[in-house]
Structure formats: C-alpha cells, structure tokens
C-alpha cells in the first residue's frame, strides 16, 4: 500500500519577491513546484498538495476594491474559492507537463475547512488582508461593510481578519477516493475556505486559515504517513542570528516541544510550522519535514542529498537509538 | 447500478436577470437549484451539475479591466478557472444545506476541457465577453493584448473569442471515481477551462466552450445514462412564435434531426441544445431532457407532472411503437 504525503507550499511559492503575478511568471513558478513534486511519485507516494494564497488572493481583493463601482465585490471567503479554482488549476497543468508518465491523473477539489464559531481568534482579528486604505476610505468601508480594519506598518489602514483554526475538512472522503485511485490531489488551496456549521449546513466565514495547519488537519484526517511544509530555507535552526546557530537535521516530538516552549521558533514563520509538524505526530503521523523544494525527496526519504553539505529537517516521533537502525526510517 | 445523470444549469440561474450579482443573491439561487438536483438524487440517480459562468466571469472581467493599473490581468481561461473554485463552492454549500441526508458527500472539481487547435472556430471568434470599451480602448487594448474586439449591438466595442467544440475532458477518471463512490460533483463549470493538447502536455487558450456541449461531452466520456438540459421554459417548441406553436413531450433522435435541418430550433437558444441532446444520444445515452428546473425530476422519471398542464422535453434513441409498453421507459 502506496504511503501519502501531504505537501504544503508557500504563498510566496507561486509568486515569488519582486514578481508582480502575471498569469507567465506562476506558470513557470508552478512547474518548478510540479518538478519537485514529482520527485516523490516517482518513489510510489501519494502525494496530496496544499498551495498558498496570499499574494493571489491580495490582487483578486485589489480588482474587487478597483472594480466596486461597476460589480459587488464577493466576500472574502468566495475569493477564497476563486484563488483555489485559479491555482488549482495552474497546479493540476503543471503536474500534466512534467509530471508524465508518472501520473495518472491531476486533479484540484474545491476544498472547505471548518472552524469553530467560537474560536478565540474571532475576538481578536489579527491577519491583514487585501490592499491599503487611508484613514477615510478605511473608516467608510468598516462602517459599510463591518471591516475591522488597523493601520499597519505605517504604510495605511488594512482590513483585518481572524485566523482561526482549522477542525475539519468537509472533502475528507472526496480526497481519500481520489488519492486511492491514484490522483494526484490539489486541495486546501490557500488554507481552504473557512467555513461553520449552522443549523442547516455550512456558512462561509470571512476568515484566513493558517495553510500549514490546514495542510496538518487534512494529513491527520487522511492518516497520512507525512506532512511536507515547504518553504523558502533548507532546514529549521537551531539558536538563529547567534554564533550558535545551526540547522536542525532531525528532532523528536518531544525535542521540539522543549524548542517551542523555548521560543526558539518565531511566531511568525517557524513557529507555526513546527508546531504544525508536532500535532501531527502527535496525532499519529510518522515523519514530518520542513525543508526547500530541492531538498524535499531527499528529507522525506532520509537519503542523502545531492546537494552536498545540505539538510533538511525531519521531525519525527521518537528518535531511533543511535546505532540500533540502519537507515534514518 | 445506479444511474448517472449529468445536468447543465444555465447562465442565468445563479444571477438573474435585473440582477448585479451579489454573494447573497447568488446563494439563494443556488439553493433553488440545490433543490431541483436533490430531487434526483432521492431515486437513486447519481449526479454530476454543470453549471453556467457567463455574468459572473463577466463580472470578473470587469474587475481585471478596472484594477489593471495596479495588478496584472489574468487570462480569460484564468477567469474560468476562477468562477469553477468560486460557484463550485457557492453550489456545494448549497447541496450540503438542502441535501442531508441524501447527500454523502458534494465535490467540485475544477474542470479542464479539451479543444482542437486547428477548431475552425478559431478563424473566427464570435462570442463576446466581458465589458464595453470605446474605440479608441478596445484598438489599444488588441494592440496591447492581441484581442480580437467587435462592435457589439451599438453599445460599444467588446473583446469576442472563440467557441470551439469539446473533444475531450482531462478529468474524467477523477469524476467517475468520484460518482462511484456516491459524491456529487459539480464539473466543467462555464464549459471548463478550454485548453489544447501541446507536445509537454496542456495549455490554456483564450475561448469559451458552449457549457451545454461541454455536459454533453461529459455525460459521454462518462457513459452516463441521462443529460438533462436545464433552462428558463418547460420545453422545446414547435413552430414557435406561429398560431401553430405547441411543446414537445418527446420525440425521437431522428425527428430532433429533421427539425434542426427544417430551422426549428433557433442558433442563439434551443438549437444548440437539442444538438447536445442528439449527439448524447447517438454516442449511447439512453435519454436527454431539456426543461425547466422545476420540471426535471417528472421529465427524467418521465411520471405525471406535479404542476398540471406542463411538460418537459424528452429526447430518446427511438420512441416506442404507441401501446408496446407501459411507461415511457
């Protein structure tokens, strides 16, 4: 039985710094993406694939604002959507351009994610979103639309939102078939549309999903074997901007829950990472990896790199006695 | 073994005529429609929704133009791609609310539709799409964007594209396994996102294919016993706008044949759909409805009406000698 991975991959993966986000610049960025993926089909993984939003969803906001006059703007969750049916698609041709003859099949799901009404984050909407208001037309749109909007970083005003997290995905089952047929599966798209349960259903919530603990949440519901957060450097470090520093090759569970607690991790990037990483473990899952696109194969895998001297970071259950296996699985 | 039926909404249904298209007007027509789908799906029939994307990939449009000064335009096949994530999910969260407990699960897969390169249609773009421009806009923005833009019934310049014919769906097989296992699944929304075959793989072409030709086309690639044809009046018409005008109950493949050839049926409304149904039928369906919302259970199940006095459209292989059977199946 073929083992799953769930892989997530940063915002900025799609759109890289300095990229405006023309339709040619994703398409390349997505191949290179598909590229890496495909390094672990050919392995007989399953693969599960969960992309970020945020620069995407950051235009789609600015042509609604642009364009307010003429059409309604969507709510936030509905572009939310339009961002998955987007880069889902980008994503599934990408698979198909590279991905041949390793895949059978490429296919994205329009994917919801619950939260809890009464999360705590709801109290507190932390998470800017969209473009910049002056102080006026900010104050004109929190009082037409129920915006909470905050100044930040003395660039102007920013609609704010909560992100709450995530306690289920309304597409477990869909997923599950697909991947067991083979597909390869896009989904969870920036997070995945927030939604709650009410009385007769589901609501879209305006919210943002953190994407590596939706990512963590539709590996857990899966039981998949490994979570996969992909970002920008090679490994996790340990004491960073000290003299100290140095990359984390492979931790247990409880090691870095003593890391976290230390506040080795910032909130802001690793932290929410490593902790994505720990509740899956904890949760069940077998290995989890933080690493860089060209590392992933060789992180997930536990085979050397091919590119010398470098490592990415494997967190695990509980850490092999040294000596007693082999291999690092 | 139960039955498939892929259903085709139109346009219209999910914003209606007078209508600007807001998130919540769009939400209640989607429960109209979730109620007529779930009136399938309680006899047993499995289902695959197609829907329309006109006003809103329109709407879309419109905001690309307006916030082109600030973020880059995506492409028109982008656009598509975007109203499958954003009406995918509007129209999943509308079945899971009227569904339970019929429903097992409801999927949206955003759809990639297969079109020739060399599709005469290509030599002459005739849809048009998105908003009005002046002369002088519409001539920089071909110089700009190599459109192909045409005076549109005084109003103004619009930018026309392509609608060529659907040979293919890339997603069949995820569909299929999807149906299997009891899902609905909403698919080739807006006739899906029209894409040519290229020696790596696919890419995307600026077109729009006719969304009840792409059911059609899906309905086959499926085998799928039924393709209902949904739209504004309760059936075909013979000898319409003349003291003749009567509605059509059913009629076989090759009688719809000879009223097509006679001009029965008008370009801009029934005659594509009544092709569909007749192509649908000659690849092996086995019956094709075209009616009103309203009417498409009685139609399908071919049973008594509950709104007396009005009838759907049913379109069949050969119709039965008059008396050699019971019912109409």
């Known amino acids: 039985m073929a083992k799953t991975a769930v892989v997530a991959l940063g915002g900025n993966a799609l759109i890289r710094e300095g990229q405006s986000g023309t339709y040619q610049e994703q398409e390349a960025n997505a191949t290179a993406m598909a590229r890496s993926v495909c390094s672990l089909l050919r392995t007989g993984w399953r693969v ?43 994503i599934c ?25 009464d999360d705590p984050a709801f109290d507190n909407p932390s998470k800017p979103i969209g473009p910049f208001f002056t102080a006026e037309q900010a104050a004109s749109l ?15 005003y920013r609609r704010v939102v909560a992100s709450p997290e995530p306690v289920g995905i309304v597409e477990t089952a869909a997923i599950r078939t697909l991947l067991e047929a083979g597909q390869v599966v896009v989904a969870a798209g920036g997070g995945g549309v927030p939604i709650v349960r009410t009385a007769t259903g589901y609501a879209g919530v305006d ?16 039981a998949a074997e490994a979570l996969v957060l992909v970002t920008g450097v090679e490994s996790v470090l340990l004491d960073y901007g000290t003299p100290q520093q140095r990359p984390i090759e492979e931790m247990a ?20 990472k490593v902790r994505a990483a ?23 895998e536990g085979t050397v ?6 490592v990415g970071t494997r967190i695990v259950r509980v850490r092999p006695t040294v000596g007693a296996v082999g291999g690092r699985w």
């Not at 009082?143 to 660039?155: H, I, N, Q, T, Y």
């Not at 509740?279 to 992180?299: C, K, M, N, Q």
Request: glycine share 12%; aromatic share 6%; proline share 5%.
């Open 48 to 90: 599960v694939l969960v992309h970020g939003n945020g620069p995407q969803v950051g235009n789609l906001a600015i042509q609604q604002e642009e364009g307010a006059a003429l059409v309604p703007a969507q709510p936030l969750f509905a572009l939310g959507s339009m961002t998955q049916g987007q880069l889902g698609s980008l």
């Open 93 to 117: 041709l990408a698979l198909h351009r590279v991905g041949d003859p390793w895949i059978i099949g490429a296919v994205s799901v329009v994917t919801h994610v619950a939260v809890s009404a």
């Open 142 to 156: 929190s009082a037409a639309r129920g915006w909470v909007v905050k100044e930040d970083s003395g660039r102007g």
């Open 207 to 222: 919210a943002v999903i953190d994407k590596d603990y939706a990512a963590q949440q539709l590996a857990t519901s899966l």
């Open 253 to 272: 569970c409880a090691e870095a829950e003593r890391y976290l607690a230390d506040g080795q991790f910032p909130e802001g990037s690793m932290g929410p």
């Open 278 to 300: 720990v509740r899956f473990l904890r949760y069940g899952g077998e290995v989890a990896v933080i690493t860089s696109p060209e590392l992933v194969y060789a992180s997930l």
């Open 305 to 310: 790199s091919q590119l010398e001297g470098t």
